[in-house]
Structure formats: structure tokens, C-alpha cells
């Protein structure tokens, strides 16, 4: 069982920017792809960004170029930075793993919490 923690939220100025990080502990954690997702209110979960046991890496079309994950193997942790922010990056933010290669999809088998951004204008 993995457990997933979110971190580094907050609120943030347009055009600002940040580091989200993911503390990954309860298994094997260098075997799982490793996924970042946003949640808008009344939306769906939206992919953003994957990398995976060997750090390649995958974005979505939305935060290409503004985004880049990364992983360290041996602290267990996962990280988004973001830059150039919009009040449209406003939601809360997940890190998820799965046992499997990268998708662009919400087929992840360990969810966090989520920690919320708030991009003001």
C-alpha cells in the first residue's frame, strides 16, 4: 500500500510560479510510475504530467512548457514545478502512482489528498 502526500501549495500571482511535491512512503516506491493531476470543482480530474521508474516523462498538451516532473528515487519524492501561472491553474492538485507504464489517464492505482493552488490575477 502506498501512501501519497502533497505538498507545497498555496496562493500564487499570475504569472508566478511553484513546486508541488509529492512524499511517496508504505511500498516500493521506485517501481511506480508517477502522476500529476488537477480538479477543478465540477470537472474532471485532469492529467497534467507523468514520469516514470527511469524518468522519462510525459505532459499534457495544457501545462507543456510551463511544467516539468521530476522524481528522486532515493528521498521517495515527487515534484511538479510550474511557471508562468494563470488564474485558469487554480485547483487542487494530486500526485498519484501506478504499477504500470505512463498514461495520460486517471488509471492510477494510489491517489493523494491533493493540495490546492490558487493562481490570483
Known amino acids: 500500500q502506498v501512501q501519497l502526500v502533497e505538498s507545497g501549495g498555496g496562493l500564487v500571482q499570475a504569472g508566478g510560479s511553484l513546486r508541488l511535491s509529492c512524499t511517496a512512503s508504505?511500498?516500493?516506491?521506485?517501481?511506480?510510475?508517477m502522476g500529476w493531476f488537477r480538479q477543478v470543482p465540477g470537472k474532471e480530474r485532469e492529467f497534467l504530467a507523468a514520469v516514470s521508474t527511469n524518468h522519462y516523462t510525459l505532459y499534457a498538451q495544457s501545462v507543456k512548457g510551463r511544467a516539468t516532473i521530476s522524481r528522486d528515487n532515493v528521498k521517495n519524492m515527487v515534484y511538479l514545478q510550474m511557471s508562468s501561472l494563470k488564474p485558469e491553474d487554480t485547483a487542487v492538485y494530486y500526485c498519484a502512482a501506478r504499477a504500470g507504464a505512463m498514461i495520460n489517464g486517471l488509471d492510477y492505482d494510489y491517489w493523494g489528498q491533493g493540495t490546492q493552488v490558487t493562481v490570483s490575477s
Open positions: 508504505g511500498g516500493t516506491n521506485n517501481w511506480y510510475t
